[in-house]
């Protein structure tokens, strides 16, 4: 699917701002013309006027730390989806159906980036996510952080989760605002380092730990040398820096759309999943 549309290359929140808002008829032709005739004006204008809505759904999940660019372009991606399944037949208008859409789109692109979770991607675990917060002020006592098993419970029947996997979702999300050197009480100069049992692994399993380490880092240089250039480039600051670089920053880099980038990224890391398999004779989840 081709974005590689001349918006891309301004400020999205700019272009949102000053985009018209189309009338039901207007709409409908320009959707129509873009199906029929694969006119790129026609989808420009749709894209142009439904920006502003591409741009309200990536601040409300800004939060999750990634950068607002990305969720837009995520967003707009979602609205293009919505237009090969819209059906004016039924006239109604776009907008609620490219909303749900758009913030399918943005999510699941959170799921897939964001380090803290690296869950499931099911409905179940999606809903789990993006709802617990939520559900935690309507049903928890709002004077306690964590809930209660009474709670969870009522969490996993509602969204039909396992319990276990509230409390672990519950835990990533929360849990890093405690500090281990905060006191366990007034009284004493315990911390909550002092609490913490000694489970260390021994030497032999460190020992262990480092040589799979060190294999699976063999395999994943192997890999990478299957990639073309511009691959290797976009994979290793994508993928291999601490602080990932963004897509508008590696198309301006290599004078590519964003779009372009995500592209071969997508393709690159199809590619370096198969090298892996292959090269190492192990299946997938010895890499996770």
Do not use: C
């Amino acid at each position: 699917m081709n974005t590689n549309y001349q918006f891309f290359k301004s400020n999205l929140i700019d272009v949102a701002k000053k985009a018209a808002i189309l009338e039901k008829n207007e709409e409908f032709y320009l959707i129509d013309d873009w199906r029929n005739n694969r006119n790129p004006k026609s989808l420009q204008k749709i894209l142009n006027s439904y920006l502003r809505l591409a741009v309200s759904y990536a601040r409300k999940y800004s939060s999750y730390g990634l950068p607002t660019d990305d969720l837009i372009h995520e967003g707009v991606l979602g609205i293009m989806h919505s237009l090969d399944k819209f059906d004016t037949s039924k006239d109604f208008r776009l907008s609620t159906y490219a909303s749900w859409w758009i913030r399918a789109s943005i999510q699941d692109y959170i799921l897939k980036n964001w380090s803290v979770v690296r869950t499931g991607s099911t409905a179940s675990q999606k809903a789990l996510f993006f709802n617990l917060k939520k559900i935690k002020q309507q049903i928890n006592d709002v004077s306690r952080e964590f809930m209660g098993q009474n709670e969870i419970n009522k969490v996993s029947e509602m969204l039909r989760v396992k319990s276990i996997e509230v409390q672990n979702m519950e835990s990533r999300l929360t849990g890093g605002d405690l500090h281990l050197n905060q006191r366990v009480d007034a009284e004493n100069e315990n911390d909550l380092m002092d609490l913490l049992a000694d489970e260390r692994d021994n030497p032999e399993e460190i020992f262990e730990e480092l040589n799979d380490n060190q294999i699976k880092k063999n395999y994943i240089e192997s890999a990478i040398d299957t990639l073309n250039d511009r691959e290797k480039t976009i994979i290793k600051l994508r993928k291999l820096k601490e602080k990932s670089i963004t897509l508008d920053e590696l198309g301006k880099m290599l004078k590519i759309s964003k779009e372009r980038v995500r592209q071969i990224e997508t393709k690159a890391l199809a590619k370096l999943k198969k090298s892996l398999i292959e090269i190492s004779n192990q299946n997938k989840e010895f890499f996770v």
